[in-house]
């Protein structure tokens, strides 16, 4: 089976912090992904990768950024964590092309105070 | 940009009932996928769906496509509390280099 590890189950930092997500797959998958999941919102898409060093916005990506020098680790950074960025972080890879399913990591609650 | 949309947000049924959860795309799809989450966990894939019309079964649940591919439902027969989770749709335009977009989930939860 794929494993997607990430690499905090729970987190608390301060606001102002630079705050780094690890996330790292087991499968030379190609793609990876970063999503956040509120509560009524769902799951909202940050930042994804096709490849290493490629990166690509998605939906909500003020206040983060992404790092991918490696095909299995895909991270997220939060240059300087904000209250609202209190979440659960979910990373995810896949096989491109039809048919695959996202894989999922365990996520990440992250609270910043 | 494009939306998915999921309704109802929340049900609750007495287990042996049946549920249903609906899912629309502002724009035509190119395939569909669901997962399922349970309390606690992560999002699971289910399975996919990329032809107009088409219908998937996989014991209880019935997965279907719309014509337009722009709809697609979860049908679930005779719920079991087993079946308790956020059920979430997720599609996609096809299009190289974009990832799927989520609909807000359906939280099912069952009563015996």
């Known amino acids: 089976d794929v494993k997607v590890t990430q690499s905090s189950r729970y987190l608390v930092k301060r606001t102002g912090e630079k705050v780094f997500l690890e996330c790292v797959q087991d499968?030379?998958?190609?793609?990876m992904f970063w999503y956040r999941q509120d509560p009524g919102l769902g799951l909202r898409l940050i930042y994804f990768?096709?490849?290493?060093?490629?990166?690509e916005k998605g939906d909500i990506p003020e206040g983060y950024s992404v790092s991918r020098e490696k095909k299995e680790r895909f991270s997220l950074i939060l240059e300087s964590a904000s209250t609202n960025q209190t979440s659960m972080y979910l990373c995810?890879?896949?096989?491109?092309?039809?048919?695959?399913?996202?894989?999922f990591g365990s996520g990440t609650r992250l609270t910043v105070v | 940009g494009q939306q998915v949309m999921q309704i109802p947000q929340y049900q609750h049924v007495q287990e042996g009932e049946d549920f249903t959860t609906y899912c629309n795309s502002s724009?035509?799809?190119?395939?569909i996928q669901w997962y399922k989450q349970r309390p606690g966990g992560h999002p699971v894939f289910l399975i996919q769906?990329?032809?107009?019309?088409e219908v998937k079964k996989q014991k209880r649940l019935t997965f279907q496509f719309g014509e337009a591919k722009k709809n697609s439902s979860l049908h679930i027969t005779a719920t079991q509390t087993t079946d308790v989770g956020t059920y979430f749709c997720?599609?996609?335009?096809?299009?190289?280099?974009?990832?799927?977009?989520f609909g807000k989930g359906t939280t099912l939860s069952v009563s015996s």
């Open positions: 499968m030379d998958h190609e793609n």
């Open positions: 769906l990329v032809k107009s019309g």
């Open positions: 997720a599609g996609s335009n096809g299009q190289a280099g974009t990832a799927l977009i």
């Open positions: 990768s096709y490849d290493v060093k490629m990166k």
């Open positions: 724009t035509t799809l190119s395939n």
């Open positions: 995810a890879s896949r096989v491109p092309g039809q048919g695959y399913g996202y894989t």
